[in-house]
C-alpha cells in the first residue's frame, strides 16, 4: 500500500509556471505507475499525465500536451508535475495517484490533492 501528499499549489498568472510534488510513502514506490489527475468545479475528474514504474514512458492529455512534464524520483519516492505557459482553464484541483497495474488504468491510491488557481 501507498500513501501520496501533494504539494506546490497555489495562485499563478496565465502564462506563469508552478511545479507540483507528490510524496509517497512506503518501500514499492518504484513498482508503482504514477499519474497526476484534476478536478475543476462543477466537472469531472480528468486524466493529466502519467509515468511508468522507470520513468522511461509517460503520457499526457491533449490538452497539457507541450507545457506539463511529469517526472519521478524513485530514490526520493517523489512524482512533479513541472507546470508552463498555464492558463487559466488549468485552474483545478490536482491529484496524484499511483497504479500497481499501468499508466492507463488500476489507480487505487489517491492524495487529497493540493489547488491550483490561474488568474487571467
Known amino acids: 500500500q501507498v500513501q501520496l501528499v501533494e504539494s506546490g499549489g497555489g495562485l499563478v498568472q496565465a502564462g506563469g509556471s508552478l511545479r507540483l510534488s507528490c510524496a509517497a510513502s512506503?518501500?514499492?514506490?518504484?513498482?508503482?505507475?504514477m499519474g497526476w489527475f484534476r478536478q475543476a468545479p462543477g466537472k469531472e475528474r480528468e486524466f493529466v499525465a502519467a509515468?511508468?514504474?522507470?520513468?522511461?514512458?509517460?503520457r499526457y492529455a491533449d490538452s497539457v500536451k507541450g507545457r506539463f512534464t511529469i517526472s519521478r524520483d524513485n530514490a526520493k519516492n517523489v512524482v512533479y508535475l513541472q507546470m508552463n505557459s498555464l492558463k487559466p482553464e488549468d485552474t483545478a484541483v490536482y491529484y496524484c495517484?499511483?497504479?500497481?497495474?499501468?499508466?492507463?488504468?488500476?489507480?487505487?491510491?489517491w492524495g487529497q490533492g493540493t489547488q491550483v488557481a490561474v488568474s487571467s
Open positions: 512506503g518501500r514499492t514506490f518504484s513498482s508503482y505507475a
Open positions: 509515468i511508468n514504474w522507470s520513468g522511461g514512458y509517460t
Open positions: 495517484a499511483a497504479s500497481r497495474s499501468s499508466v492507463w488504468t488500476g489507480y487505487d491510491y
